[in-house]
């Protein structure tokens, strides 16, 4: 099993930066494709970026140009660095790891979530 914890959560104006930290537990993350995901009031939740186990990366729209996904394997952990932050931005992020096992089985884990406002 995989534990997944969030954090680097919090309140920043407009244009302002965070950088959210996921540290796993349980398993070796360098076998996992990571993603982050954020949930706004009333929305459902949507991919924000994510990164394979050979550092292939990817972006939403809306955030290309401003956030970026990346892994430390080391320290097992992954980061969304936040840059240009717009309050719709606002939202739960949520951390999730992935890999696909013999017999079309799939693991999948999710953190509890650290909560993102972005408000003058």
């Known amino acids: 099993q995989v534990q997944l914890v969030e954090s680097g959560g919090g309140l920043v104006q407009p244009g302002g930066s965070l950088r959210l930290s996921c540290a796993a537990s349980?398993?070796?993350?360098?076998?996992?494709?990571m993603g982050w995901y954020r949930q706004a009031p009333g929305k459902e939740r949507e991919l924000v970026a994510s990164?394979?186990?050979?550092?292939?990366?990817s972006h939403a729209d809306s955030v290309k140009g401003r956030f970026t996904i990346s892994r430390d394997n080391v320290k097992n952990t992954v980061y969304l660095q936040m840059n240009s932050l717009k309050p719709e931005d606002t939202g739960i992020y949520y951390c999730?790891?992935?890999?696909?096992?013999?017999?079309?089985?799939?693991?999948?884990?999710w953190g509890q979530g650290t909560q993102v406002t972005v408000s003058s």
């Open positions: 999730n790891a992935r890999k696909a096992l013999s017999g079309s089985y799939t693991l999948n884990y």
């Open positions: 349980g398993d070796t993350l360098s076998t996992y494709t």
């Open positions: 990164i394979t186990r050979g550092g292939s990366t």
